[in-house]
């Protein structure tokens, strides 16, 4: 999304004591992104002939998957004070877009579906906006449903969260009843923010993208002093001094102004090529009176799903290592780094913070990047202890040292919330039980309504977890999950071996008890999908140095004694024993071609 240059400058001279920062934040589907478009229309930040649903949600993916993946900010004017709201995204994959969002506002409206209650994923919103120290103003939306029940839930509130029922409010986001009531209630809820104009200028990058026309573009909130176009600005952690060319703010298409003073949120472009200088938690401050220190900033994501990803043409390779760098700057917790596979050449290790993102991250490389990729199956990160006492970080399960140096394998574990209807308790503790999950708490939130806290391996969570949690509970059921370390477990490698040769794409590791069912699965699965060769290929499944499953793919026949008719069988026999010498020598030397297409089939077994 271009920048685009407004004709109209507006004017500069906001007063501080008039600006609110405040994020919308709640569980999946509760109406965040819904809110934020009335909230348009009320303050005629928006043509109505401009209006459609979802009008934050930039990104094509976003529409069609009908959920917000970037946090998105706008600039408001409400009854003479100026409002800066961030619709955030819900699921729990993002939830670092989230806390970045909330380090640059003072309050949070949360959103609680009157008709389903409180939720996971609103339970760890509103500890994170706790956290932060904000004001926290409570909603209570899709009150025009048939189903909503504001009463109970606003009991509910107070009972689980501690905040006073009395202020709660009701609204509809789709009808827009109570919005305008809500924005009362943030302006005179929310405080104004604090900052010194005549500071030295400290201002925090919290989002940026690529724009091939303008270079970096950067979301900002000035801390303190004053942000001034035309001046020189220092990027503190990279080191670099670039001078600015335009500020702005979005309202929501961006507008440029003089000037941002302390509070204020807008967007900042200083002709920055390289995407490493200006990351999530730069601190941007004056080159003549810079600051005496960076702002804190975020602390890093820790990635909990790890995959490989590889260009289909090898030559794609410089183009990938591109790619995947202009979307970290749009997306700081994804990680990569360069690693190479004797099946599938030169490609990159990639961390995501769930499978959701694993998926998004894949399609924004096909989709805005034109790449066309293989994913290997997704893996976590495990630490092998070794018989010598050091401690080896294994992301790759290619990487596992051998069965004889390790003394024992930790994985990692989380610590998940489920609320579940009280009828679906069974169902949810079997599957729990199931993925070797270690019961922590049982608490009824209502008559109706579990809270289930679960230690469970991570491994266990993030291939189908969640799909099974909602198809048992008729999709009723929620979940939130945060890393809780490490423990020990009885894991293993599973190689997969084509004509006795050992194919890294494939390795994965699983827990020992379902080892032998993963081998099964992906022999019978490239059995299928490798094409015939000359000559007989098996495919194996090995634990270690034993082989636990195993199929072939038989060789293409060709009848050598079709010319053969009548006459001495030492005739026929003598062909039949020399294509049998043949096809033996070519299987010591012939090499398995497996399609790319088989890759891609037989590496999506899991997802």
Known sequence: MAVERAKVVLDDTTDQRLVRNFSIISHVDHGKSTLSDRVLELTGAVDPRKMRDQYLDSMDIERERGITIKAQSVRVDWHGHVLHLIDTPGHVDFGYEVSRSLAACEGAVLLVDASQGIQAQTLANCYLAVENDLEIVVALNKIDLPAADPDRCAAEIERVLGINASTVLAISAKTGEGVAELLDAVVERVPAPAGDAAAPLEALLFDSYYDKYRGVVSAVRVMNGTLLRGHKARFMQAGTTHEIEEIGVRRPDSSPVERLGPGEVGYLIAGVKDVSEARSGETVTEAERPAAAPLAGYE??????????????????????????????????????????????????????????????????EREFGMDLIATAPSVKYLAHLVGGEVVAVENPSAMPGSGEVDHIEEPILLTTILTPAQSMGVVMDLCQARRGESMKIEYLSPERVELVYRIPLAEVVIDFFDSLKSRTKGYASLDYEPAGYAASDVARVDVLLNGVAVDAFSTIVHRTKAHAYGRRMTEKLRELIPRQLFDVPIQAAIGGRIVARETVKAKRKDVIAKCYGGDVTRKRKLLEKQKEGKKRMKSIGRVEVPQEAFISALRLDS
């Open 300 to 365: 890093e994501p820790k990635p909990m799903v790890f995959s490989g990803l590889f260009p289909v043409d090898g030559d794609q390779y410089p183009e990938l290592r591109e790619a995947l760098g202009k979307l970290k700057l749009n997306d700081a917790s994804f990680t990569f780094s360069p690693e190479t596979s004797s099946a599938l050449g030169f490609g990159f290790r990639c961390g995501y913070l769930g499978l959701l993102h694993m998926d998004i991250v894949r399609e924004r490389l």
